[in-house]
Structure formats: C-alpha cells, structure tokens
C-alpha cells in the first residue's frame, strides 16, 4: 500500500494532486503547528501577466497552536477573495467550469482553519475524479508526540504502508535506510513539465490549482494530476 503524508494547503498546485494520486490513502496533518509564512492558507494566482499572493485571513492566535485549533478571520470577506480570482480570470477558457467550484469552496461555511482546508482539498479531488482514500492524521492511532520522521513511520506503520511517497521537495528530508529498516520503500512524486497558454503571456509555471484548471479542459487536468508525474 503507497501512502502519502502532508499539511493542508489552500488550493495548492497540482503536484500536491499528483501527490494524491500517486497513492492508495494519504492522510492530511490536522494536529501538528501552523507555520507562519508557509502556504497553509495562501497561494498564488496569476493577475496582470504576474504572480500574485491570495490567502485567508487568520484570527489572532499563539504560534503553539495546531492547525485544528486556527480559526479564519471573524473580518474575512469572502467576497473579495472571489473577486480577485474573477478579476484574474473571467475571460479564461475555462472559467465557466471552474468558477462554480472556486466558489463553493470560498463560501463553505466553517471558521475552523482545519475544517475548511479539508473541505477545500476533498472537493477539488472529486471535481479530477480522484478517489484516493483521505484520512486525518488525529484520528490513527499512534504516538501523536512523534515529530518529523518519527511520526511519518509512526503514521506508515500504523496503516501498513509498503511505500511512503512524498513531494520532490521533501527529498533532503528523509533518509531511505530508515524506510528500508522498517520494511518500507520511500518514493518521491516529480512532475513532469507542465505548460499551457496563460493569456498569451510568458508562462508562470507552478501556480494554484486554480489557475490549471481555468486555462486547461477539466479531462486535460485530470489526466496530468493522474499521470504528470514519474516516481523516483
């Protein structure tokens, strides 16, 4: 059995679907910290030929919490992020697909930072038909006060995973022989090159999801999140 482990990201971009798709179950962090700074609760779009920066206002809380213990913004105007994505994208080819989901997605009603993410990534899975098994890392039941690699085996062994597969980025941070000793395979997910007109602009590579599936055909997106990829 291949499983993936990862935090939650809001829309991320489609290596973090391929990841998905790469395995039988992946389990989404909910009990380990939020990091300022990281791509938690923000990502990239493209506005005006350029990236630019969209995230999710949080309400104030200590750097000791949890992902599940963050809230949004009680402030957070869901309106405006979904203008900035429209201001960006309405005349994409693909916009009349896409936009429904975005804003199903945008208007789910939960401040619970953990809850919204999860809703976020389950919906965009159905929508590429992705049927990997998701699970929450706070419900398997292991040492939940394993850090690092400690608790990634701890989380594959506790599942019975042959193989842990995890993003390219990943690579430095994990050592084969540890897998190997526990009986286990460690793969990485590197996706293969990937571009697609963007208004007829220099391509920025390796944005949200969102802009993927505004300028490419729902089965094109599909088919690079289930095989854009190679293990390594």
């Known amino acids: 059995m291949k499983l993936a482990i990862m ?14 798709a790469a395995v039988d179950q992946f389990v989404v962090y909910d009990n ?21 920066v969209f995230s999710l206002p949080l309400k104030n809380g200590s750097d000791s919490l949890d992902i599940c213990e963050r809230e ?11 203008n900035q994505i429209v201001g960006s994208y ?3 080819p693909h916009f009349e ?34 049927d990997t098994e998701i699970r929450v890392s706070s419900g398997i039941d292991i040492d939940h006060e394993l850090k690092g690699q400690g608790k ?13 597969v995890n993003a390219i980025g990943g690579i430095d ?13 460690l793969k990485f997910v590197q996706s293969k090159p990937f571009e697609y007109a963007q208004f007829g602009a220099p391509f920025v590579p390796w944005l949200s999801i969102v802009d993927v599936m505004m300028f ?13 990829f190679e293990l390594v």
């Open 7 to 20: 935090q939650p990201y809001f829309f991320p971009y489609i290596g973090y679907f391929q990841l998905i």
């Open 32 to 52: 380990i910290k939020y990091t300022k700074k990281g791509w938690i609760n923000r990502n990239r779009i493209l506005q005006n030929g350029k990236d630019a």
């Open 72 to 82: 949004l913004a009680g402030d957070f105007k869901r309106d405006k992020l979904l």
């Open 90 to 92: 309405r005349r994409a």
């Open 97 to 130: 697909q896409t936009f429904p989901l975005i804003e199903r997605i945008v208007r789910y009603d939960d401040v619970n930072l953990f809850r919204y993410l999860h809703h976020s990534i389950v919906s965009v899975c159905a929508h590429l038909e992705l």
């Open 152 to 164: 990634v085996l701890g989380l594959c062994r506790a599942l019975g995973a042959g193989t842990y």
């Open 173 to 185: 941070l994990y050592a084969r022989n540890h897998f190997q000793a526990q009986g286990m395979e």
């Open 216 to 228: 490419n055909a729902p089965e094109r997106v599909r088919a690079r999140a289930r095989d854009g």
